[in-house]
């Protein structure tokens, strides 16, 4: 494993959802203020399948995603809160999922869950953005100049960034 510069933050950081969960790993430079998108994956459950096959999957997807990449100094997800019982046991259902494959891949969630205002808050710079302007936001904070596969990957290169926004990690002007 490739050792980083000491002024160097990764952050993993996860969009988690039943249908198509997505990751991603961002590096931050404090020391030159900027941010680099190092990788970022999703996959896809079957709505049909029953609800542990569903999660099985996402268990073994973070898993094998969360063991590419470290050592990790954050590991952060998006907060959710849904107002209808079912809505809110498949998603943190998912969210176990994650969990335990982090578990597995020797890591766990370190930092709060950032509600999904304050990601777009902290990153795009307005607490209502569509998924369009987050990418594009994404793509500003880091040159990123690769394709997103879904919406997904993207939000959680943004959840990253939020969390080092939130922390003082990076610095970007007209931003909390």
């Known amino acids: 494993m490739a050792r980083r510069?000491?002024?160097v933050m990764?952050?993993?950081?996860?969009?988690?959802?039943?249908?198509?969960?997505?990751?991603?790993?961002?590096?931050?430079?404090?020391?030159?203020?900027?941010?680099?998108?190092?990788?970022?994956s999703h996959c896809k459950t079957a709505q049909g399948e029953a609800l542990a096959n569903r999660t099985q999957h996402i268990?073994?997807?973070a898993q094998l995603f969360a063991r590419q990449y470290p050592p990790y100094d954050a590991v952060v997800r998006e907060g959710y809160n849904a107002s209808m019982a079912h809505q809110n046991y498949t998603v943190?259902?998912?969210?176990?999922?994650?969990?335990?494959?982090l578990l597995a891949a020797g890591s766990a969630v370190t930092e709060k869950p950032i509600a999904q205002s304050s990601v777009k808050?902290?990153?795009?710079?307005?607490?209502?953005?569509?998924?369009?302007?987050v990418a594009q936001a994404v793509r500003?904070?880091?040159?990123?100049?690769?394709?997103?596969a879904t919406d997904d990957e993207s939000d959680a290169c943004a959840i990253g960034l939020a969390l080092?926004?939130?922390n003082e990690w990076l610095t970007v002007s007209g931003r909390p």
């Not at 950081?13 to 590096?27: E, N, Q, T």
């Not at 943190?92 to 494959?101: E, L, P, Q, T, Y």
């Not at 808050?121 to 302007?133: P, Y």
């Open 5 to 7: 510069k000491k002024d």
């Open 10 to 40: 990764r952050i993993l950081a996860w969009d988690i959802s039943l249908s198509s969960p997505g990751a991603a790993v961002v590096d931050v430079d404090t020391a030159k203020n900027k941010a680099y998108v190092v990788a970022h």
């Open 59 to 61: 268990e073994a997807w």
């Open 92 to 101: 943190f259902s998912a969210w176990s999922a994650v969990d335990r494959g």
């Open 121 to 133: 808050k902290l990153v795009v710079g307005k607490g209502r953005a569509e998924k369009a302007e």
């Open 140 to 148: 500003e904070l880091t040159g990123y100049d690769g394709q997103f």
């Open 164 to 166: 080092a926004i939130k």
